[in-house]
């Protein structure tokens, strides 16, 4: 799932790319995708992209005023094509083609644009068509940025203070901090050398300014790693930088323990016994259940 910093990048590769042509069309291919109706999203048509911005995990092409607004949610991607004019017409039902922007042809005849690709069958996938992106509800909804320079230390202390939500579930709220998911706040935690469990309102001061590190740290990191690639190189990137997300039973980078991990109905975290909770692993429901 692209986060924070996947979304980031291919921010700044739109902006390269996209700014200042003009929307030829826009073909929505899994209609449930769409989650605007008026303005439709031929309106698209004839606008000339003006620019790119993010908001926490969207991302939004503003289009003469009009907005494509683009949540790529647990399995969806950017695919940039540098000409799509040989591309054929995709019948809705088929594949992991949801939506295709196709931008006006250059001098030397090149028609490129971007597909937004889901693989898998849970489609969350979303498009807005609006002209107004701050009343998107996830994004009228989001907390702050953590590259905003409004993030302090002292803003991340109001957020946990008094919040009885572990710290790992905290992360994750988009509506309480814009932009981390399943794997960057388990980066997160194990940069802060912290429990996923831990409560928030219990972090001392001095925990807060280590998490506050964290986030900026792993976040800026993971930002400059990805800066400058293209949208295909991005997974691959994301993956060989994460320390202890996806990597169960994997040595820690930092002392050698084996990575664990704990299960949920739909999703799991990773985290290292040494680094973070005392060298005791955390009890697994689901694994805890099956040796019974
Ligand atoms: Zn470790």
């Not at 919040?163 to 998911?181: E, M």
């Not at 388990?186 to 925990?207: C, N, R, Y």
Request: aromatic fraction near 4%; charge should be positive.
């Amino acid at each position: 799932m692209p986060e924070l910093p996947e979304v980031e990048s291919l921010t700044h590769f739109l902006r390269e790319r996209a700014v200042g042509r003009t929307v030829l069309g826009i073909d929505v291919v899994a209609f449930q995708a769409l989650k605007t109706f008026d303005p439709p999203a031929t309106a698209l048509g004839g606008l000339t992209i003006t620019g790119v911005s993010r908001h926490g995990k969207f991302l939004d092409l503003d289009c003469d005023g009009l907005h494509l607004v683009i949540h790529l949610a647990r399995a969806g991607w950017l695919r940039w094509r540098d000409d799509l004019s040989g591309a054929k017409p995709v019948r809705p039902g088929k594949g992991p083609l949801a939506v295709r922007v196709r931008l006006a042809p250059d001098e030397e005849g090149l028609a490129p644009g971007f597909e937004l690709t889901e693989a898998g069958t849970q489609k969350r996938l979303a498009v807005y068509v609006t002209k107004n992106p701050d009343g998107v509800p996830g994004i009228a909804a989001l907390g702050p940025d953590p590259l905003d320079g409004s993030f302090t230390v002292e803003a991340l202390k109001r957020i946990v203070g008094g919040n009885r939500t572990q710290i790992k579930g905290l992360l994750r709220d988009q509506k309480i901090i814009a932009g981390i998911g399943n794997a960057y706040s388990d980066e997160v935690l194990h940069a802060a050398k912290m429990s996923p469990f831990k409560i928030a309102a219990t972090l001392t001061d001095a925990q807060i300014a280590d998490l506050h590190e964290a986030i900026i740290t792993t976040l800026g990191e993971a930002v400059e790693r990805a800066h400058g690639l293209a949208a295909k190189d991005l997974k691959a990137e994301k993956k060989s930088g994460l320390r202890v997300h996806n990597r169960t039973g994997q040595p820690c980078d930092v002392c050698g323990d084996t990575i664990r991990e704990v299960s949920f109905a739909d999703s799991s975290l990773q985290y290292c016994p040494t680094c973070q909770t005392g060298g005791k692993p955390l009890a697994d429901r689901r694994l805890s259940r099956l040796l019974k």
